[in-house]
């Protein structure tokens, strides 16, 4: 669970990969300030399984916690195989190769979603069910441009889909 607070994020409970932020492998039973201060305010969290995301109000995006799927949306950082223990980051990171215009993040277990101001949807992660909207069932450790879908108005993530709303209201 994560909580806004103005350029910073509280953290509460499970805390195993790092996926407080706060550097460390500890649950929290009180909320916990995270290890970084952003340099813009943070205007959305989305807490997935065992990692996290947060939007800043300048449209970048951060993750944190472990790397299961590629959820954490670079592929500077290692996936878990279920043996290295060093899949995945403790403290904030910023996704690379997403445009500056980001609007909303939403997710499922170990995907991501991110929709820009223009209508355009990007989303990594977790693939197992097609989730990505590319046409395979294969994991993307990087942001991917949802090929065919524009116009998209808002996002709604599940555990393995996700739901859009687009601007006609369709």
């Known amino acids: ?50 990692f996290g995301v947060a939007l800043l109000a300048d449209g970048s995006v951060w993750s944190v916690g472990r790397n299961d799927y590629g959820q954490l949306g670079d592929p500077s950082v290692p996936v878990y195989d279920g043996s290295n223990g060093s899949a995945g980051r ?8 997403l445009p500056a215009n980001v609007v909303q993040i939403t997710g499922g277990r170990a995907t991501v979603y991110a929709l820009t101001a223009d209508g355009t949807v990007y989303a990594w992660g ?37 739901f859009a709303i687009m601007g006609d209201g369709s």
Request: aromatic share 10%.
């Open 90 to 97: 403790a403290t904030w990171g910023r996704v690379p190769n």
């Open 126 to 162: 977790w693939n197992a069910n097609g989730q990505i909207g590319n046409g395979t069932t294969t994991d993307q450790s990087s942001p991917l441009k949802v090929p065919g879908l524009s116009g998209v108005k808002r996002l709604g993530g599940a555990y393995r889909s996700c």
């Open 1 to 50: 669970v994560y909580t806004v607070i103005g350029s910073n994020l509280m953290h509460a409970g499970y805390g195993l990969w790092g996926a407080g932020g706060d550097g460390t492998n500890n649950n929290a039973t009180t909320a916990t300030q995270t290890s970084r201060a952003f340099s813009s305010p943070v205007v959305q969290a989305y807490s997935g399984f065992i």
